[in-house]
């Protein structure tokens, strides 16, 4: 079961861009790359997923470089509201560690005024 | 609305009355998980079940059941509650187990176990 790494907490300020990087070692050949946002006392929310290279959607975009072995979570201009706790979860897919998911502790990003 | 719904949302209860969390999806989803989350440790897996009649041991599944006779229904049962078992609990659905499956999260059950 691949797990992952991430920074406990980051700070940033409104309207900058943030980097939350993971570290996942063990990836899988098979595996996706997914990201889930949460508040607190709410459920996760998925952000983006990826496989490799470069996803962008309306929200953030996902880094992954050629060897898998990390990514990037990029989320432009934060806002207040951004404030949130960020998993990476990495593999599920099947024909590997099918059904298992791994959240781990998350990244708590806290936005400024 | 498409939406995964847990009961209830809060719970207090005592040591070793048994209880049952409910979980239920709209979705037509095959694969269903339950997690709890307790602080400092993030979101840990119970159980999963990829599809009806199929479950599996997450990370933490001592001291809990499951089941899934429904494809919608995925309850989350207790049989004798312990203190320790005190947490947010969350239910969760997808379409498939996969790692290229979006995950659906329920609002939460937030237990206390005197």
């Known amino acids: 079961l691949a797990k992952t790494t991430q920074p406990i907490s980051m700070d940033s300020y409104e309207g900058q861009e943030v980097n939350i990087t993971c570290s996942h070692n063990?990836?899988?050949?098979?595996?996706?790359i997914t990201w889930y946002q949460q508040f607190p006392s709410q459920g996760p929310r998925f952000i983006i997923q990826?496989?490799?290279t470069k996803v962008t959607n309306e929200v953030a975009s996902l880094f992954i470089p050629a060897d898998r072995k990390s990514s990037t979570l990029s989320l432009p201009r934060v806002s207040l509201s951004d404030t949130a706790v960020y998993y990476c979860?990495?593999?599920?897919?099947?024909?590997?560690?099918?059904?298992?998911?791994?959240f781990g502790r998350g990244t708590q990003l806290t936005v400024w005024p | 609305e498409a939406q995964v719904t847990q009961n209830p949302r809060y719970l207090i209860t005592v040591t070793g009355k048994k209880l049952t969390v409910t979980c239920s999806q709209n979705?037509?989803?095959?694969?269903m998980s339950w997690y709890r989350q307790d602080p400092g440790l993030g979101l840990r897996q119970i159980y999963y079940s990829m599809n009806v009649e199929v479950t599996d041991k997450g990370d933490v599944p001592e001291g809990y059941k499951v089941s899934r006779k429904e494809k919608r229904n995925f309850p989350l049962i207790l049989e004798s509650p312990s203190p320790n078992q005190t947490s947010l609990y969350f239910c969760?659905?997808?379409?498939?187990?996969?790692?290229?499956?979006?995950?659906?999260f329920g609002q939460g059950t937030r237990l206390t176990v005197v």
């Open positions: 979705m037509n989803h095959e694969y």
């Open positions: 979860l990495v593999g599920g897919y099947r024909g590997s560690t099918l059904g298992r998911l791994y």
């Open positions: 063990n990836i899988a050949t098979n595996d996706y």
């Open positions: 969760a659905s997808s379409p498939t187990g996969t790692g290229g499956s979006e995950a659906f």
């Open positions: 990826g496989y490799k």
